[in-house]
């Protein structure tokens, strides 16, 4: 585009006599066109896939995995995955990918929340609740906001994304999904990619997939169905590679695949395994929102707080906290939804109250157990290829998202300090300022020489008109004195090459 625009300008000036005026003009034309496109490079575009409980070492557990090993070849990986935040839950933790900020910090503590100020219960997974703004619009920023609200020529489409439907800042994602469009997993690629080439395309997009998730409960992480569910996430990953490449986009499109946590067996056939409340605390002291495997206990009244919270302390192979007495690294105390006592089982335990069933593989547990981690990768025309970090918190993606797409980030609990090693090194201080100085030699010489030709045709055109005048036919005889000589430019010629306004 600002090439287009120079070359008009040009014609426009060359157009005109060369005057001082239009020489200015024309210098003025072209090295502000350099300067915008050496200090103005566009940013590509983003795609972000979740694929919901793809714990960080699934992809060592299967052979021919092309897709996903093209991605950690081309681009860079997360070796040991990545720590996400407490709870190791779906929705608050796609929401920290989305803000870079704790869960105590942008509000969404569970996929089953109480907030005491609203005395209503969230339900995450409910389409109503998944639209409403008050349970997302709590200080933190999503990306896709970040996006739209700093350039209006950025469009995000969120599709299925947890917070994606709700008005977040007064701004809602220029195209949205929802998780529970009946669409098949190819299919919803397939609209992903559309968003991408539209006649109002997007330049961000965020798609959330809810596999190997609901396999990895129904039969455990470390089942034959898991496996096969990997394979097809990997066909699928190719499908969105190759519809990108025939779409000639993926040179110009930075891709990261993530998750939002990983997955342990919890065989319910193993009854040792299996934390009864009902053993303990009886069903109409408290309410529970979370229970697998954290249980979040709010008691009917304060004066039941103290005898609960004894109760629970006798449970073997949990820790139970007061909201107070959560440890300052969960980063999980200091928001109103957080309930007034949590009960964490550890590995492989889960809860039990009121007849309830388990599963046989769960999430939700200690952040710091590498079965909750995720798994990263990431590539395009931003990340180095072969590029490797051992680790680093979810909470850094928001933040990488951010560089990538050019944006300033909003206030977040992440860092670039890890991930940036996974970037191409665009340092303006090195390569780009000498990149610069050569521009600046080349406008100087190109100025030079147009203006040198122009200089040289004025000269041919000063000739041609003399030539001109002294063949005039006039007698022989015909004398002239110096006040009667033609002039060999017009006035307003000569007013042109003398103008120096």
Request: proline share 5%.
């Amino acid at each position: 585009m600002v090439s287009f625009e120079i070359g008009c300008n040009f014609i426009f000036i060359l157009k005109k006599s060369f005057t001082l005026k239009y020489f200015k003009s024309l210098c003025l034309v072209v090295f502000l066109g350099v300067f915008q496109s050496v200090s103005a490079r566009s940013a590509n575009r983003l795609l972000v896939i979740s694929f919901d409980g793809f714990r960080w070492d699934y992809i060592h557990k299967a052979n021919n995995l092309t897709s996903f090993h093209r991605m950690i070849n081309d681009g860079g990986w997360a070796i040991h995955g990545i720590k996400n935040t407490f709870l190791t839950k779906t929705l608050p933790n796609h929401f920290t990918i989305a803000t870079g900020l704790y869960e105590e910090s942008h509000g969404v503590v569970g996929n089953v929340m109480y907030d005491p100020a609203f005395k209503e219960t969230f339900h995450g997974w409910l389409d109503k609740d998944a639209r409403d703004s008050k349970w997302w619009d709590n200080g933190g920023e999503p990306i896709w906001v970040t996006n739209q609200r700093q350039d209006t020529q950025h469009r995000s489409g969120v599709l299925a994304w947890p917070g994606g439907l709700a008005i977040v800042k007064g701004i809602l994602a220029y195209k949205t999904e929802s998780a529970f469009d009946g669409l098949t997993m190819k299919e919803r690629a397939k609209k992903m990619i559309k968003w991408f080439k539209d006649d109002y395309p997007i330049n961000l997009g965020l798609y959330y997939e809810n596999e190997p998730d609901e396999t990895g409960h129904a039969f455990g992480p470390d089942s034959k169905e898991v496996l096969s569910k990997i394979y097809q996430l990997d066909n699928l990953l190719g499908d969105i590679l190759y519809d990108l490449e025939d779409n000639k986009l993926l040179e110009t499109t930075n891709i990261i695949v993530t998750s939002d946590h990983g997955m342990t067996p919890t065989p319910v056939k193993n009854d040792t395994l299996k934390i009864n409340l009902d053993d303990y605390i009886s069903l109409n002291s408290y309410n529970i929102t979370s229970k697998n495997p954290v249980a979040g206990i709010f008691p009917a009244s304060k004066e039941l707080e103290d005898e609960i919270f004894q109760n629970l302390s006798r449970i073997p192979h949990a820790h139970v906290y007061r909201k107070k007495d959560i440890p300052p690294e969960y980063h999980y105390t200091n928001n109103r939804r957080i309930p007034a006592i949590i009960l964490e089982p550890e590995e492989h335990y889960w809860i039990s109250y009121n007849g309830s069933a388990g599963v046989n593989g769960e999430h939700g547990y200690n952040n710091s157990l590498t079965s909750m981690h995720p798994f990263f990768i990431a590539m395009g025309p931003d990340f180095k290829p072969g590029a490797k970090v051992d680790t680093f918190d979810n909470v850094d993606i928001y933040p990488l998202m951010c560089k990538l797409l050019q944006l300033k980030p909003a206030p977040n609990n992440g860092s670039l300090e890890i991930v940036s090693k996974l970037l191409v090194n665009r340092d303006s201080s090195g390569s780009s300022t000498f990149g610069v100085y050569i521009l600046i030699l080349l406008l100087i010489g190109l100025v030079g020489g147009i203006f040198g030709v122009a200089v040289c045709q004025a000269h041919r055109e000063h000739r041609r008109r003399r030539l001109a005048v002294s063949s005039f036919s006039l007698p022989h005889s015909f004398r002239y004195s110096k006040s009667d000589r033609m002039p060999l430019m017009t006035n307003s010629s000569d007013d042109d090459f003398n103008d120096e306004s």
